[in-house]
Each structure stands twice: as structure tokens, then as C-alpha cells.
């Protein structure tokens, strides 16, 4: 039987990905390239949503492509690909963009979210119309499922909508995609705002704990993260929102459960925990850096690998857009 098809996306937004996006999106898309027939991409056209600098765009996409990669996601297995080399998302994105209400647009939160930071109407159509995108880029694939993290729950579910309604209209041609929501995700907050989550956006430089980041400084990040008064090492998420999150980070990082680590470091102090934590981050992130760095210095063979997905994820797409063009109505082109 063939496998299932797991697709997900992430935003080329930063010089490096942070530990949010470590334990909720690589970790556990290296993981379901085991079980599923993966598509993994690098999502340009969304990150232009908001204004963008062409060399910035150009060094973050490859820069988190390379993330991808040195995370363990094997180009063999996994069809890791930047979107907007395969033209049919934009195709389709326009397509559903006319199956999509205003009104339903206009409910996500996330929109709403993203554009009061600019004013709603200094906000891009794009902005607005990103869910819709993101809904292309699910939906070319026949994606079964779909790994997020829980704030694209909204999204998700338009996606679904989309499908149904297409389906309805002009006859069966998606699969439904279901979410696949990871816990960590929700729970890995900011160093120095424990009840903010950890987020490119919205931290501080100190509060966020940068994949590509030398030991020196993660270390110090560790060290100085927000605690909370009192000296024991337990986990409460209302009382001690910060030493929980280390708790978490801790037990992910090393796969020692809450309740163990809770018992080992008993009357130990906060000070002995933090080094413990800090060298975690450190053991998972130096190998990832040195194999970031080394694809980086080499951009031809980077391209080559980005290009090999690209070819892999446009065989798929355009079955799919034959389909969707013939069902809609669109004249063959030949
Ligand atoms: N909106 C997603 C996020 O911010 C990124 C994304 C774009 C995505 N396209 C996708 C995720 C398709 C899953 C599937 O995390």
C-alpha cells in the first residue's frame, strides 16, 4: 500500500530557525519521513505577504533549506522544494481564491492578528489572502495529513472547506488533508516571557533560542532566562511559567520525561538545571549549525538539491492541475 502523504510548509522569515520551530516543525517532519511519502516546502510566496527585501528573501530561503536538510531531512526520501519554483501554487491559489467568501476570509485570526500590527489597511491583499495560499500548497498534493503547529488549526480547516466545496462543485478531486497538531508546539514560549510563545515576531533576541546560534551565546540566553521566585525545580505552568518551559525544553531535548527530571534534580537549585538545559540545546544545535554551514558555502549543490525537489513536487502539482483546469473549465492548452 502506498504511504500516506504528510505535506507542511514554513516561512523563510528569519536568518535562522528557532527552537519552536526545531522541536514543532523539523524534528517531527524528519520523523514522519520514516512513515509518510513527505513534501516539505519552503514557503517564498508567503513570506512576501509582508514587505520583504529581495537579498534578504534570497539568503533566507536558502538558509533555512539548508536548516532542512541538516536537520536530517534526506533528500532521497523527503521532496524538499521552495514554492514558488513550481508555479501551480499560485495557479491553484487563484482558483480557490474565487471559491472563497470575503466573510470567511475575513474571520482568520491570524490575519487579523498580523495586520493590526500595520494597520488593516496598510495590510496586502496577499496578507489577506494568504490562508488561501496556504490551502494550494495542501491541496496540489493530496496531502492525508498535515503537521502545524496549533495557531494553524483556522487555516486547517478552510483548507478542508475549500476541498469540500471544490469537490461539491466540479466533481471529486481532493483528498481531505487532516491536521496534525504536535504539543510541543503550543508550549515553547519565550526565555524572557515565559506566557509569550517563542516567535521570530514577536521576541526579543533574548528570548528566542536560535538554531544557527554559537554555544556562547545560547548558553548565556539559557543561563539568563526569566525564573520565577522560589528555588525548586517543579513544574507549574501558573505559578512557574519559566522553569516549566525548561522543563519542557529539557525533556523534548533529551527525551527524559517532566516527572523524572523533576525527581533528579530535586533541592538542586535552578543553577545546575539551567547548565543542563543550556548543554542540551548546545548538543542538538552545534551538529545542525556545522551541517547548515557547510551546505550554505557550497549554493550550487544547494541549488541542485532545491531543484531535484522543485522537479519531484511539479510531477505531482501538475496531475493535480490538469484535473482541477479541465474540471473548472479552462480550455486545454494543446
Ligand atoms: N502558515 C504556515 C505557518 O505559518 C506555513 C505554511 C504555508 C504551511 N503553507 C503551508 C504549513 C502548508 C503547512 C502546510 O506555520
Known sequence: MARPRVLSGIQPTADSFHLGNYLGALRQWVTLQETHDAFYCVVDLHAITVPTEAAALRRRTRVAAAQLFAA???????????QSHVREHTELAWVLNCLTGMGEAARMTQFKDKSAKFGESAA???LFTYPILQAADILLYQANSVPVGADQKQHLELTRDLAQRFNHRYGDTFTLPAPHILKEVEKITDLQEPTAKMSKSSSSPAGILDVLEQPGPLRKKVMRAVTDTGSEVVFDEANKPGISNLLRIHSA????SIAELVARFDGQGYGTFKKEVAEAVVETFTPIRERT??????????DRLLAIGAGRAR????????QVRDRVGFLPTS
Open 253 to 256: 531535548l533529551t527525551g527524559t
Open 293 to 302: 554551514e557547510k551546505l550554505l558555502s557550497d549554493e550550487t549543490e544547494l
Open 124 to 126: 496586502s491583499v496577499g
Open 72 to 82: 536530517g531531512l534526506d533528500p532521497e526520501r523527503s521532496t524538499v522544494f521552495v
Open 315 to 322: 510531477d505531482v502539482a501538475q496531475r493535480t492541475m490538469v
